[in-house]
């Protein structure tokens, strides 16, 4: 069954530097999403992707953060300056265009980010 | 703005047990999707079970059903026989017209042998 995948499973970085984190959506899905979760907290939208450009983005997805598709099958989010409450886990997710409306969210299993 | 209230951190239910999970959400649109979502200790999101605003009728996959209370603005899961591996983070889902989720806070539910 096609999974979404996200690399690396762990990342750790010190504060102020950039992070990328990468996302294999499932191959014919064109809607793309990130959201986050901060550890013992509710999941976050963040920001969703179609026809290579933002459709819709969150207060959290500030100036910092940046999502770039960069060929046909990675789905990428920087974080430019990271901060320490940036830590979180990533969730990447992806769907097919709404046709009948229900638009399911397929998950990936997550990046954990981890500032220090 | 929409909203999703999850009450309950913690459940617990007896093996072969039935458990409810309850959700709230609040919102000015009357078109909308509600989606259950399951996390198990790996932290990859599985969906459970899905509604449309505009059904009536309420949504059943095997040993999951729901209750939708459109007026109330309230969408509760029900686990039927629960099994061991039911044990998980539940997530409550709204889908607005835009296209955009907004999560709960989740119930921890633990499954007693």
């Known amino acids: 069954e096609p999974e979404v995948t996200q690399t690396p499973s762990h990342q750790v970085t010190q504060m102020g530097q950039e992070v990328i984190l990468r996302c294999v959506p499932i191959?014919?899905?064109?809607?793309f999403y990130w959201y986050r979760q901060i550890l013992g907290q509710k999941v976050e939208f963040l920001v969703s992707?179609?026809?290579?450009?933002?459709?819709?983005k969150s207060e959290i997805f500030d100036d910092q953060f940046s999502v770039e598709r960069p060929d046909g099958s990675n789905f990428t989010l920087k974080i430019r300056s990271t901060k320490l409450e940036d830590s979180a886990m990533y969730f990447c997710?992806?769907?097919?265009?709404?046709?009948?409306?229900?638009?399911?969210?397929?998950f990936g299993p997550g990046t954990r980010l981890t500032v220090l | 703005a929409q909203t999703v209230t999850q009450s309950q951190p913690e459940m617990s239910v007896q093996e072969a047990e039935t458990v409810t999970l309850s959700c709230t959400y609040d919102?000015?649109?009357?078109?909308?999707?509600l989606f259950w979502y399951k996390q198990p200790p790996s932290r990859q999101m599985i969906l459970v079970i899905r509604?449309?605003?505009?059904?009536?009728q309420n949504a059943t996959e095997n040993r999951f059903s729901v209750n939708f209370q459109k007026a109330a603005k309230s969408f509760s899961l029900k686990i039927s026989d629960s099994q061991l591996g039911d044990a998980a983070m539940y997530f409550c889902?709204?889908?607005?017209?835009?296209?955009?989720?907004?999560f709960g806070t989740g119930t921890s539910l633990t499954v007693i042998p």
């Open positions: 997710a992806s769907s097919e265009a709404p046709a009948a409306g229900y638009n399911e969210q397929f």
């Open positions: 191959s014919n899905h064109l809607y």
């Open positions: 992707f179609y026809n290579n450009e933002i459709s819709e």
């Open positions: 919102t000015s649109e009357s078109d909308y999707y």
């Open positions: 509604q449309e605003a505009y059904k009536q």
């Open positions: 889902a709204y889908r607005s017209p835009g296209n955009q989720f907004y």
